[in-house]
């Protein structure tokens, strides 16, 4: 898929205030400070996108941006940020669930995982919810140029024999690097695929 145009949209602080919902959607989302902006900036092809910044957390609201008058794609919230307050992280918590549940036109859940670290609790307890509630998603490893792949490999494969506990069929996951435009093919083929079976 090549984009050709990209734009922001809106920004929402509940569900009832998204767009119209009469295009496939696509949500990325992820533990605060993972690379989501840098990421969606890299799939997109646009410098300032979505709006990157040193400080974790930033991300507040539910952000559209419409891709080629055809899709959207959807920044949500970072989860887990620790200086946020905990009532301000259990009201993300709320917002997300509610989009989640009753965003009719969502598509997929692109969760985004630091490829450095082992798996966070944090990120299995979402994963987990996710399945539980029967909501399809794929899993992109980001920052993978930072690390070389035998640890790739090995935080991937943790990851994979955690879910192997209690899941039949493991979750797509996508290796991508923001700064090397690695997985860009991968992720964007993979929504054209589900774009063209939805028509």
Same mark, same amino acid.
Request: proline share 2%; aromatic share 18%; net charge negative.
């Given at each position: 898929m090549n984009i050709k145009d990209a734009k922001f949209i809106t920004s929402s602080q509940s569900v009832a205030q998204c767009p119209k919902g009469?295009?496939?959607?696509?949500?990325?989302i992820g533990r605060s400070?993972?690379?989501k902006s840098s990421l969606i900036n890299m799939l997109a092809q646009r410098k300032n996108l979505a709006k990157t910044s040193s400080t974790p957390g930033k991300t507040r609201l539910i952000n559209h941006f419409l891709i080629d008058d055809s899709w959207y +794609?959807? @920044?949500l919230p970072?989860?887990?940020?620790?200086?946020?307050?905990k009532k301000n992280r259990?009201?993300?918590?709320k917002m997300i669930e509610q989009y989640a549940r009753h965003r009719d036109n969502l598509v997929c859940f692109f969760v985004l995982i630091d490829s450095r670290i082992p798996p966070q609790e944090?990120?299995?307890?979402?994963?987990?919810? +996710?399945? @539980?509630s029967q909501l399809p998603f794929v899993l992109l490893y980001t920052k993978c140029d930072k690390v070389n792949?035998?640890?790739?490999?090995q935080t991937i494969g943790e990851m994979k024999a955690h879910l192997s506990e209690s899941w039949e069929e493991l979750p797509l996951i996508i290796e991508t690097s923001a700064v090397k435009g690695t997985g860009r093919d991968k992720v964007l083929d993979l929504i054209k695929q589900t774009n063209q079976k939805l028509t």
């Open positions: 009469d295009l496939p959607e696509y949500a990325f400070n993972v690379g +794609l959807c @920044d970072g989860y887990g940020y620790a200086k946020v307050s259990e009201l993300f918590a944090l990120d299995l307890d979402f994963i987990e919810w +996710l399945g @539980d792949q035998k640890v790739r490999n």
